[in-house]
């Protein structure tokens, strides 16, 4: 567990309340919990043997206490479906541990309760459906039939006049939304290569102190873009992806436009900038300047 701080001196219910959060969790006896499974190998080991030294500030993990708060209350008031139930299977001699927020046997169907921004309706995120389906196959191990998988989205920063102005914004602050459930075969496989890959990563680990790098998804790092520019405006007309493509686009606005430019915008890896708790001990994110 890392160490919990308050460096702008929030009230200390809030640091009490997120510090027994923190104590609460556990992926108990397994090598793996579903979230570590999908995500960085190097991210997984790095918190591992440093595990004394990681802080994180109470105001980064506000948002876990309004998580927290959903999943209390759906697991008190919810007397037809199972809730917060950790379930357990073996793979390639390891064994990976989840715990779901609510099981609908009757309807089998898998519901994660995600306490989230509203751009993730916009945008869904991809590791959403990596987790559920793992999720669903830990059920089929456990001889527990799913047939749906769906996120419940409670956006907290959801905006009214947002929804009224456009088609692809929630227009309730609340959302189901549904995702695709893999075939047996393709959850089969995506669990054995993500564990054959954090076996491999620990066993280089452990035997020639190697740390695999983070690839770019885990990093949640943007490709560069080329930005077409009008004098005085500070958004861009357009982005592009190729400076060649950016290239054309001015040069055909330029025919009736004066001050066209294109400006360079670099990848950033955003994770590594604002979100990582173990980039002090990552040579990768100090080689790139993250630290």
Known sequence: MSKLTNKFDLPSSIFSAIENISKQYTRGESDLSVSQLIDSPRIRLLKQHHAK???????????????????????????KSITEKRLYADCEGWRLSGQLDRLLISDETIEDYKVTSAWSYVFPKEAWELQ?????????????????????????????????????????PIQVMPLRLWSNKEQDEY????????????????????TPL??????????????????GKKRAIKLHDEVEDAQDHAKNLSLTTKGVSIEERPSIARRCKDYCSVKQFCDQAKKEGYV
């Open 191 to 210: 669990v054995k290569d993500r564990i054959r890959l954090h076996q491999e990563a620990q066993y280089r680990f452990d035997n020639e102190n190697f």
């Open 53 to 79: 030294d990681i802080e994180e500030d109470v105001s980064e993990l506000i948002y876990s206490i309004l998580g927290t708060s959903v999943h209390n209350l759906i697991e008190n008031s919810d007397k």
């Open 214 to 231: 983070c690839s770019d998804t885990d990093r949640w790092k943007d490709k560069e873009k080329f930005a077409v520019m009008i004098k």
């Open 132 to 172: 559920q389906n793992v999720y669903a196959w830990l059920c089929r191990q456990n001889k527990i039939k799913i047939s749906k998988i769906q996120i419940i989205g409670i956006f907290r920063d959801w905006q009214k006049s947002k929804a009224n102005d456009s088609d692809n914004y929630p227009k309730l």
